[in-house]
């Protein structure tokens, strides 16, 4: 009870403490509720999106509906206008649309979410080309269902194409939000501004890292801790716009562990990366590359600590050393 009786007395000057601190007018005391994005609703959207895209996997336990024209009519409706009211409250973040009265954003955003609805049956092509390269490029791949339901790589290739289309209408903030959400679900981070071709796959995925300016051509393969960055952002904002990432062509396979960086960085197309290569320059279409001199070294423990084992094991493209 004592110490129930200090917080009463303490409480008002904690909470007053707290409230005049929000108003110091800096960029983390927003206090405009109802002009925000809300990020829990842009997810909701996007989690809206992928139903529609892969219709019948993913269901709306909210919802009970017997006809599906009705049900797929009632979603998209309600995809449609949940996602034009956070446009409209994105807008003011993009300078052109700074200093526009409430009435004119809410006619622009009106357009640009009936220009991206019109956009999806080409998201919904790229998902399937993307799907595709998914079941034939992975042998443990039962079924594509497994793929679109399992496979984090292609939920974050899905995100992506959506945030995309977002992005290319030049809405600010929500295609950010919406990928960063689909980092933080698989560890994978694709900018949404980045240019990505037809039949892209990712395989496994953890820890790769796709930069806003990178620019990959068509039936890419790429596997997991791959980085697609910058070679240095020490110049900050004085780099925005200004292509920092890597150029890769069609038909590349890049393994795992692989660090591609620069803006001038080009892969020719067909090239395969070989793990934990560190490429800072471009590389001619068609080249293998390996990473040499790594050695591994077995020893045995106890009675088998005299046992040691290397061998040295070559074909036609690969070297290692065991």
Request: proline share 4%; with cysteine; glycine share 10%.
């Amino acid at each position: 009870m004592q110490g129930n009786n200090y917080i009463d007395k303490e409480i008002g000057a904690i909470v007053g403490n707290i409230l005049a601190d929000y108003k110091e007018n800096r960029s983390i005391d927003k206090l405009d509720l109802f002009r925000q994005p809300q990020k829990d609703m842009i997810i909701s959207v996007l989690q809206k999106l992928i139903r529609i895209i892969y219709p019948g996997y993913f269901r709306d336990g909210s919802r009970k509906f017997y006809n599906i024209d009705n049900d797929y009519s009632v979603q998209i409706e309600d995809a449609v206008f949940c996602l034009n009211k956070q446009i409209a409250r994105a807008l003011p973040y993009a300078e052109a649309y700074a200093g526009r009265k409430p009435e004119d954003l809410e006619g622009e955003a009106q357009k640009l979410t009936v220009a991206f609805f019109r956009r999806l049956p080409a998201i919904r092509e790229y998902a399937e080309g993307d799907l595709e390269a998914a079941y034939d490029g992975d042998p443990a791949a039962k079924f594509r269902e497994e793929i679109i339901l399992c496979y984090p790589g292609a939920y974050a290739i899905t995100v992506y194409r959506i945030a995309h289309e977002l992005a290319r209408l030049e809405i600010p903030l929500i295609p950010r939000i919406m990928t960063e959400h689909a980092h933080w679900q698989t560890g994978i981070d694709i900018h949404p501004g980045a240019t990505i071709g037809r039949n892209f796959f990712i395989d496994h995925g953890t820890g790769i890292v796709i930069g806003e300016t990178t620019i990959i051509g068509d039936n890419v393969k790429i596997y997991q801790g791959v980085t697609l960055g910058a070679l240095s952002t020490r110049g900050g904002q004085k780099l925005r716009d200004k292509r920092r990432h890597p150029t890769i062509e069609d038909d590349v396979v890049i393994y795992a562990g692989a660090s591609i960086l620069g803006g001038e960085t080009v892969i020719g197309k067909g090239s395969i990366i070989g793990s934990n290569a560190f490429i800072t320059s471009s590389i001619a279409p068609g080249t293998r590359v390996s990473i040499k001199n790594q050695e591994m070294t077995l020893r045995g423990v106890g009675q088998h600590a005299d046992v040691t084992h290397k061998e040295l094991v070559q074909d036609d493209t690969w070297t290692w050393i065991i």
